[in-house]
């Protein structure tokens, strides 16, 4: 019982695994990745990038921004949602990306009317503003999701081919998986022999109680007897036909 949990443990842990080793998405010598189970402050996306060893998106050219969108991708239906990259208000009330570089000779993305007094950017997306991957400022104490960025730490697969760390978490799962599929076999092999030696038991208790009793043993014998007398009285329907093609006159032939 204790393996069969553990096995269990072991492809929910491993599933889990594979599913974020898959979470960063590479373009070029930068990867991606996008928050968007949970919510969180401008200063919380912050930290929690940095546990990362990465920091806000820096969406400054139009390939990162097309990028950014493909992979933010699936979007529910009729739902706001907004993601904060890295560029906010720094000293004077000026726009800085987080990385320290320029804002003023970058690529831009605001929507119309924006920016406002907010001294945080996100990434929204709102099919009731009409808007799809416009920035936004807002205040910074307005919880969303947010997107990272490093520089690639994965090395670069050809179509179809896994890494090296996705192979191992295969080979895992498909241990786990096979040691599941042992115990539950056995388990349903011991309940089959134990219901195949249950009714031996029974037929061995059987022919004990016709031994030690007299009456049995005779009904048992009378019930045998009267069997064979009916096969004796009533002969194989392959015989009969034989009985019957012998007792057909045959034709004259003239």
Known sequence: MYLNALCSFLLLFCTVSFVSSQSWQRN????????????????????????????L?????VGTQRFLELIIQPLPVGKDLFFYIGLRKQFRGKYEWVDGSKYSNSFTNWISGEPSNGECVILGFSPF?????????????????????REARSEILQPNQLSRNQIIVISV????????????????????????YDEGY????????????????RRRYDETKDVSKKAEEQPHEKYKDMDKAEEKPKENVT
């Open 28 to 55: 070029g010598s930068v990867e991606y990745l996008v928050e968007r189970e949970q919510v969180y402050t401008y200063a919380e996306a912050t930290t929690s990038c940095s546990e990362h060893d990465a920091i």
């Open 57 to 61: 998106a820096i969406v400054n050219n």
């Open 129 to 149: 503003a009409q808007s799809h991957f416009h920035w936004w400022s807002l205040d910074c104490s307005v919880r969303g999701g947010f997107v990272c960025q």
């Open 173 to 196: 799962v498909a241990f786990a998986a096979f040691i599941k599929a042992v115990i539950t076999c056995r388990v349903v092999c011991d309940g089959c022999i134990r219901d195949y």
């Open 202 to 217: 029974d037929d061995s208790r059987e022919n004990m109680e016709m031994m030690e009793n007299p009456d049995i043993r």
